[in-house]
């Protein structure tokens, strides 16, 4: 077996550990040997297990990976990883680390890291296209497998017919039941295609015929949103006095709960390094944190008004790009220990990470990042999801798999016409005619993770609703309450989720006083469950 040996630091910024080069397709026969120091001295791991951690590709986001080390000296701080095929799937440059963590009540929690180092992995001929006559001999040894493998199971099928005939006959005489079988493909190659297709037509045409009577009382939770930010960089708070103000408006319409949002930016220091190209390590010292005493007093004012804090949303600036020429720990260990505290703040069992890229400061994090926090903040025993998709369909399978619930943002979209945009415009963005075959693929996919409507609402925040006269239906052109865009929105999409306990609840973005007879009056519609468009 061939065997690398490397260093690799937990305290030093880089990791010199050589040109390391293993062979695509060489599987268990190449093995990375490493001495994990700390500060210049072997580090004990004892108590902890090793893994293996193989970071995504830059470009494709594929190739990401984890494995539990086998073989390890804990005490003497070495370990020995025997590459996989997980480690040898991407050819070319990749990056990887190894992480120690303790189990705890069934989870794994990581207790400290390497720093990053990379190896190469070089092609073999299984990770090459043959070309004319090229690796003949390759295609002629399959094609003989191929038929003696056909004629095996011919034999093996002729065999068991022979030895259990008797059987046969007694379950299925004549052949009729296999006959009826076959004929029930129905053109497809076998049975199980054509009740998948047949299965998907359905759900399509009951998404399309729901009753969305007005006896239709959607069951779930219902509440708004409160966020902590004001100012466009996300680095300034709202005064405390201004939730007073809102919750004291809200107190009539009895909301079941709250999400509140925070943000956690670079501060000032940092933004003027950056923009001057003068950023250094030493501004990742800078705390980032955003205003714990106003989070505080927003949620002893929510638990002394008893509205239940329902989740947290956490707008992340775990990016790739912006520290990407600087050690990440610093920045990365900050991160973590603001959410640690934010946490211990909010009571709350939901959290959910925001990924956007509105600003040079909310760079779109990788996927690897989002679920390595998305697994940290598991560990702290809550609940966790990726915020915001409308289609959680449409994302990878590991960052599916990484949420324990979903949060859907289902916001209606504002033709060019502003001025002019009718209830037809509005469906054009989350149509709620398709809404609910989109939700019902999801709970079909995951039947036993909760979907939440965690923002939904057209907003005078965003410039949406310049006024609320603006906006009219198709068939009336007066101004009033009852035409309003949003209202038919929300009398749609309430009459759907009533229609099906697919939804666990729906809060609102954003409670502003201008709306405050629209949102009474989804909130009367709401408790009576007398929705109609």
């Known amino acids: 077996m061939t065997e690398h040996f490397i260093t690799l630091s937990t305290t030093e910024p880089n990791n010199n550990v050589g040109i390391v080069k293993l062979r695509h397709a ?17 580090k004990n791991f004892e ?13 494709t986001g594929q190739g990401v990976s984890e494995e539990s080390v086998v073989s390890f000296d804990a005490k003497n701080g070495t370990l020995k990883y025997i590459a996989s095929d997980n480690a040898l799937q991407m050819v070319g440059r990749n990056e990887a680390y190894f992480s120690f963590r303790k189990q705890e009540d069934g989870k794994w929690i990581e207790q400290f ?8 992995v070089e092609k073999s001929i299984y990770s090459q296209p043959f070309k004319d006559s090229n690796y003949w001999w390759t295609f002629k040894e399959l094609y003989r497998i191929f038929n003696k493998y056909i004629e095996d199971g011919k034999n093996s099928w002729e065999e068991f017919v022979n030895q259990n005939k008797e059987i046969l006959e007694s379950v299925d005489p004549g052949g009729k039941i296999l006959s009826e079988l076959l004929a029930a493909r129905n053109g497809k190659p076998n049975l199980k295609t054509r009740i998948d297709d047949l299965e998907n037509k359905t759900t399509a045409q009951l998404a399309e015929k729901v009753d969305i009577s007005a006896t239709n009382k959607f069951k779930g939770y219902f509440g708004t949103n409160f966020d902590m930010q004001m100012s466009k960089d996300w680095d300034q708070t709202y005064p405390i006095s201004k939730f007073v103000t ?18 956690i930016q670079p501060l000032r220091e940092q933004r003027l390094a950056f923009e001057a190209n003068t950023l250094t390590t030493n501004d990742l010292q800078f705390t980032t944190l955003p205003d714990l005493t106003s ?50 703040i909010a009571p709350t069992e939901k959290i959910g990470v925001l990924n956007e890229s509105d600003t040079i400061w909310r760079d779109s994090a990788s996927e690897a990042n989002i679920i390595d926090l998305m697994n940290y903040l598991k560990g702290t025993g809550k609940k966790v999801t990726l915020e915001g998709s409308w289609s959680p369909l449409t994302l990878s399978k590991p960052l599916q798999n990484a949420m324990d619930y979903f949060a859907i943002h289902a916001y209606p979209s504002l033709s060019s016409k502003r001025e002019r945009t009718t209830f037809s415009d509005c469906l054009m963005g989350w149509s709620v005619s398709n809404m609910i075959d989109n939700l019902r693929k999801i709970k079909f996919t995951y039947p036993d993770k909760e979907i939440w409507i965690t923002e939904t609402g057209v907003q005078n925040l965003w410039e949406a609703l310049r006024a609320p006269e603006d906006y009219y239906t198709p068939e009336d052109n007066t101004p009033s309450a009852d035409n309003l865009v949003q209202t038919l929105y929300f009398d749609s999409m309430f009459q759907y989720f009533g229609s099906d306990e697919l939804v666990s609840g729906v809060f609102m973005w954003y409670f502003d006083s201008n709306y405050s007879l629209l949102f009474e009056k989804m909130l009367r519609k709401y408790r009576e469950g007398t929705f109609h468009a």
């Open 26 to 42: 060489d599987v268990n026969s190449q093995a990375i040997v490493a001495q994990i120091v700390e500060n210049g001295q072997p």
């Open 47 to 59: 108590g902890l297990q090793p893994f293996f951690c193989l970071m995504a590709q830059e470009i």
């Open 113 to 120: 890291s390497t720093r990053t180092f990379n190896y190469i």
């Open 246 to 263: 809102e919750i004291q408006q809200l107190k009539p319409y009895q909301l079941d709960g709250v999400f509140i949002t925070v943000e």
């Open 295 to 344: 989070l505080a007093q927003l949620v002893n004012l929510c638990e002394t008004e008893s509205i239940p804090i329902m989740g947290l949303k956490i707008h992340n600036n775990w990016s790739n790009t912006q520290w990407a020429k600087f050690d990440k720990t610093i920045w990365f260990s900050k991160y973590r220990a603001t959410i640690d505290q934010i946490i211990a």
